[in-house]
């Protein structure tokens, strides 16, 4: 087991990490990567909390059926305007937790875990550990080569998963959309039961909803490592 790293950091971040031009920069992008999704966030809390209000106004023009039955349209409002409220709220706390890391850093990155041990069967792996501990020892602001290459590396490859996680949650919401205001339509022209059609559909665009909030997901991670990548690299490295 290497403790040397931690002990190294805990000394720095406790005298200073102005003392130390790698360690300043480590924090830095430990901000960063807690900004990011904080902004992030900050977005789609209020893409959510307008899509809230639009569903809930929405549930209440919507006509009922009975005073104990309600018909597809109302119940679909109802599905979607508490899903739109449920998701802006967990995101308000996404956000709230990363500010709290963004503004004071120093706090989060002291609990991060640089301790590991050797692994005979990823000389890769352990040569990046190495060549990380020296360069945080050295102090020096210069990032080493290999170090620097894994990182364009990260940047490169989540910047890539971002963009095509975007445009499939961007084909999604749009698929998703179309299906349910075209099942709304169909109730409301047809009140008899639903065909197989029907039903596929409804199944189809249930899908496509959970889907597109799984790919909503997979943007706000890979949007976050591409910004700050030195972080994620760390906690790989050290963590696995």
């Known amino acids: 087991m290497n ?3 931690q002990r190294t950091l805990s000394e720095i971040i406790e005298s200073g990490s102005q003392s130390n031009p790698a360690v300043n920069a480590l924090i830095s992008d430990y901000a960063k990567f807690h900004a990011v999704l904080a902004m992030v966030g900050g977005c789609l809390v209020l893409i959510f909390a307008w899509l809230s209000i639009i569903f809930w106004t929405k549930f209440k023009r919507s006509p009922k059926v009975s005073r104990l039955k309600w018909g597809f349209e109302r119940k679909s409002c109802f599905v979607f305007g508490f899903l739109s409220s449920s998701v ?5 706390l996404i956000v709230v937790a990363n500010l ?3 503004l004071n850093p120093l706090h989060g990155f002291s609990l991060l875990d640089f301790s590991f041990k050797i ?3 990823e000389p890769y792996k352990d040569e990046l550990r190495y060549a990380f501990t020296e360069w945080i020892q050295s102090g020096n602001e210069n990032i080493p080569s290999i170090i620097q290459e894994r990182f364009n590396k990260r940047i490169e490859f989540h910047t890539t998963k971002a963009i095509v996680s975007g445009i499939l949650l961007i084909l999604l919401a749009g698929l998703s ?3 349910w205001n075209a099942l709304v339509r169909r109730a409301k022209s047809n009140d008899s ?3 197989f059609k029907e039903k596929a559909c409804f199944v189809f665009g249930s899908a496509t909803v959970v889907l597109a909030l799984l790919m909503m997901v997979i943007v706000m991670a890979n949007t976050q490592a591409a910004f700050a990548p030195k972080t994620l690299s760390m906690i790989n490295l050290f963590n696995s």
């Open 119 to 121: 692994s005979s069967g």
């Open 177 to 179: 959309v179309y299906i």
């Open 100 to 102: 709290t890391n963004t």
């Open 88 to 92: 802006a709220l967990f995101m308000v």
């Open 193 to 195: 039961k639903w065909r």
């Open 3 to 5: 403790d040397e790293l």
